[in-house]
């Protein structure tokens, strides 16, 4: 096999100006990891304790958490998809596309976020080993490589493909939900080697046959017409604006490092939490949870764009593109929201707090960050290193903007209490609904607020 893609992609990893900074940031993340092992292992100690008592005890029980998880962890792979590849240019030196779709299924198993999900699951099976036995990490490994590679191929494949992937998917979860097969049998059929080597080979084989359709389809010198006129397809996750935005995310240090950070306290905070944990930590670490890519990346907005804000703002429309942003986050949201429920459910939480939160950032706390980004002029410099940089960070509207996200909640809720009493939090859920039902006023007057500044912004991101 010519291994040209390989190489490339790695020396574009190990020439990069932040990879310096990567490798030491890396080796202080392993000496903190070894320093904590002990905490780590009594929180996974006092989880798994606590799942067990909710499925039941020992390892049937502890199966059907697993089925739930690699269930989540597939739907997530199927909807969220990877940026295309730009693999087109290699086949100017004339290599097989075989080959180089290989390649890529190789390189593209091996980035941060497939690196976390592994790393977060480790510490659990070692505490679980007893129950599982050794054969169950291939198992588990097996499991989500498998999902990786179903996702690969429902993003490539054809619309026909992915209709009969998702009526095929939804057969076996009826099957399941409704217990034609009991779901105990269904579980001991699924966590076997035989069944697992059968996914994995079915997910690889499909996979790379859909990634070598695509790039025949994208040899160079066939141009596809991008189209920006997105009309009412705005909540389509075809949306060029969409994948804009994920490419954004997916292909620089920065903003990956923000959704990885993002991603980490969602995992870590909520099981801090107790039934008897003060209603106002609750309300903290559960806003937190349901708006952490707005907080993390939404709050600095269109500085992300700066680089490129000419091209946007001559091909797209303002409207259009506060729509998608606002679906964009939404759907953020509601991906902290789903991951909150399980520690809610197992730690016995307020599911009514919960659902308050999402309601309350879905409705004022985006609308709030998208007016608030026609204050921020700043550009941020996409090219930089990640490590300990803080283009941007400073600014006067994003520290207004900052304190506006994370106090207003509070302020609300000291605001409820006098009428609403220990159900104040329900108060934001209605602030929010009331968002909810004004946002189309609420996006008509930011597009027109930004369509006056766009000029102004234009050229305080060229200086």
């Not at 998702?166 to 069944?195: C, G, K, M, Q």
């Not at 996914?199 to 996979?207: M, N």
């Not at 459910?345 to 939160?357: E, Q």
């Amino acid at each position: 096999m010519n291994l040209f893609y390989l190489k490339h992609h790695y020396l574009s990893i190990v020439r990069s100006r932040s990879f310096g900074g990567e490798v030491i940031a890396f080796i202080i993340l392993i000496v903190l990891a070894k320093q904590s092992i002990p905490a780590i292992h009594s929180s996974v100690d006092s989880f798994v304790e606590r799942v067990s008592s909710f499925f039941g005890s020992g390892e049937a029980n502890f199966k059907l958490f697993l089925l739930v998880y690699f269930s989540s962890d597939l739907a997530i792979k199927l909807f969220f998809k990877r940026p295309s590849p730009k693999m087109k240019y290699y086949l100017l030196w004339t290599n097989n596309v075989s080959s180089i779709s290989g390649q890529y299924m190789i390189t593209s198993l091996f980035g941060i976020v497939p690196f976390f999900m592994v790393a977060c699951f480790l510490p659990i099976y070692s505490k679980t080993f007893e129950w599982l036995g050794s054969e169950y990490l291939l198992i588990i490994v097996g499991l989500w490589v498998s999902n990786f590679y179903t996702g690969l191929l429902f993003q490539y494949s054809t619309r026909k493909i992915q209709l009969a992937g998702i009526l095929l998917l939804a057969a076996i979860a009826s099957i399941v939900l409704f217990n034609i097969i009991p779901v105990v049998h269904f579980v001991d059929l699924l966590f076997t080697p035989t069944v697992v080597l059968i996914l994995l080979a079915l997910s690889v084989a499909g996979s790379f046959y859909s990634v070598r359709n695509y790039l025949k389809k994208r040899i160079v010198g066939q141009k596809k017409k991008f189209q920006f006129s997105i009309g009412r397809s705005w909540i389509n996750f075809r949306n060029p604006l969409f994948q804009l935005e994920w490419a954004l995310i997916a292909r620089n240090k920065r903003t990956r490092s923000n959704l990885l950070m993002g991603m980490l306290s969602i995992l870590i905070l909520p099981f801090l939490l107790e039934k008897e944990s003060p209603e106002i930590l609750m309300l903290l670490i559960m806003m937190f949870c349901t708006s952490f890519f707005i907080i993390q990346h939404g709050v600095y907005s269109l500085g992300w764009e700066g680089t490129y804000f000419d091209f946007l703002v001559t091909n797209v429309s303002i409207r259009e593109f506060l729509k998608s942003r606002y679906i964009f986050y939404v759907g953020t949201s509601i991906v902290g929201f789903v991951l909150f429920l399980i520690p809610t459910i197992v730690n016995k939480l307020d599911i009514g707090m919960l659902v308050s939160m999402l309601l309350y950032n879905v409705g004022i706390t985006i609308p709030l960050v998208l007016y608030r980004s026609a204050f921020n002029s700043t550009k941020i410099e996409l090219s930089e290193n990640s490590f300990m940089n803080y283009n941007g960070m400073l600014t006067g509207p994003i520290m207004v903007t900052s304190l506006l996200v994370t106090l207003l909640p509070f302020i609300f809720y000291g605001l409820s209490q006098p009428f609403l009493a220990d159900h104040a939090v329900y108060g934001l859920g209605a602030i929010g609904l009331i968002g909810l039902v004004l946002n189309s006023f609420f996006i008509r007057r930011i597009s027109s607020f930004l369509s006056r500044k766009k000029y102004h912004l234009s050229q305080s991101f060229k200086s």
